[in-house]
């Protein structure tokens, strides 16, 4: 594999990841990253961030909302937002979502109002991103890119990998007993609700 | 209340009902608004985070290749920085510290490691260079560190006290360094080391063939009953002055020599050729050895 990829289309790249083509996917992801290396300084600021968590959550966003039917092509034309023909590249596109991911990140280090957050804002060109929380399912993805390391880990093990809370106090550290560790799910569990419900809603808080 | 919902939730999921519990289950979640709910929401989540699990594993991989394509770029070409690839060294705290943390952790930990190696190859090249054209542990003024001219007084620039003897070429030298011409003199004095080398050589077989020429005349003479022995002894004594000559314009042309390196601050080769006049015992051996001490 080299740094400089080969590179396809626009239109290539989202009928590639809609099929789940992982060359093309590949060679998408490829694109990003080295445009969001190169740019994410012009984007990224106002708190320490980790990059790398930025840039893949970014990517993800990207491939759901392909995979979701948010980008789609006809005709050999990309359609987003209200079924509009796309006005940016999908580099453009993806960035946009980092900005607006990072923001929102900003914005939960910072505990600042909504409101108050909003107004300070200055207003951005990329309001024609279609990157609105229609379903449960974005909105429990972005809720999980900002939950918590250990939280992550818990229902990681136990929703995803099927492990018994028995199994996970023997690979986690930190929990004297498995009702602790119990308590510690819910609660994740309840935070996790609590935000996905707040975005879904449009409540956009955690 | 909550947590009981979620149990419940968590059992079926997990398959630990009894054929019973499950039918039960079944129906309550027909009938209960909040179990259904949160059975929805739990199953959404196990569905996103196996589908970002599933996406993240690819992209380990993936940057597990970029990885070894930079190590193997970094070790042909270590021009870039710690994280090659456009990729920022800024320091971030990392918010949820999942598996892409240790990337650029690991960017840095190779970028180190190759400066580390290329910084120490770099040493032992030099320290092998220096090895190469320095002089040996035991010689002195490296230690110092003290520039040759700066520890060599007036009284060393008496360029010649013992020097009795004519010899135009001594002469043009001595005038060089009074001029402060080193170079000019250093070139003047390997001419002239040449010059007298060249003689050495000549008069060497000059005094092999006079030996054995000397042993046919005295062969020669036994036959003739003594009639040539004055003649071949003025030859030999000739050649001894003329070997005796030569010796003290070889003396004079090393200190002179060793001068003009200490003023032109080649100090290894100055050292090296002190160290010879010194072991020499000649009459510049005392002053060799007083500027080598001050240097150690």
Known sequence: MTLEPKTYSDTIYVEGVKKGDTPIIKSLYLQCRKYFYAHFNSILFGVEINVDDVFQDSFIRTMENIERGKLSVRDGIIYGKENEPMKCTLLTYFMSIAKNLHRENVRDVKKTPIEEQ???????????????????????????????????????????????LDQILEELDGYTSKDALKTRKNKCMNQLRTCACGLYNGLNDL | MNDKIQDMIDRYIHGEMTAEERKVFEKLLETNSELREKFEFTKTLKDVMTSRERKKKLFAQWEEEIQQTQHS?????????????NKDSRTFTN???????????????????????????FAIAFLLFKQASMPTSDDVGLASGISPTESVDAHDYNYLQAFNGHDETIEEILELLEKE???????????????????????????LYTTQDSIITAKN???????????????????????????????ELKWLKSIALIRLDRKAEAIKLLKEIRHSGGKYSTKADSILDRWN
């Open chain 1, 118 to 164: 909003s107004s300070q804002e200055p207003a951005t060109d990329d309001s024609w991103i279609n990157d609105s929380i229609d379903t449960m399912w974005e909105a429990i993805s972005i809720c999980l890119s900002k939950m918590s390391k250990g939280c992550h880990d818990i229902i990681e093990r136990f929703y995803v990998e099927g492990k018994k």
């Open chain 2, 221 to 251: 003479s036994a036959r003739n009953l003594g009639n040539s022995d004055d003649k071949d002894k003025n030859d030999s004594e000739r050649l001894i002055d003329k070997s005796s000559g030569r010796k003290v314009h070889i003396e």
């Open chain 2, 95 to 121: 918010s949820k510290g999942k598996s892409t943390k240790t990337q650029t952790k690991h960017n840095k930990k190779l970028w180190i490691t190759s400066m580390t190696g290329v910084a120490a190859a």
């Open chain 2, 73 to 85: 770029a970094c070790a042909t070409a270590s021009a870039t920085g710690p994280d090659g690839d």
């Open chain 2, 181 to 207: 011409d080193f170079e000019e003199a250093l070139t003047k004095i390997e001419e002239a080391e040449n010059s007298y080398n060249d003689a050495e050589d000549e008069m060497n077989e000059t005094t």
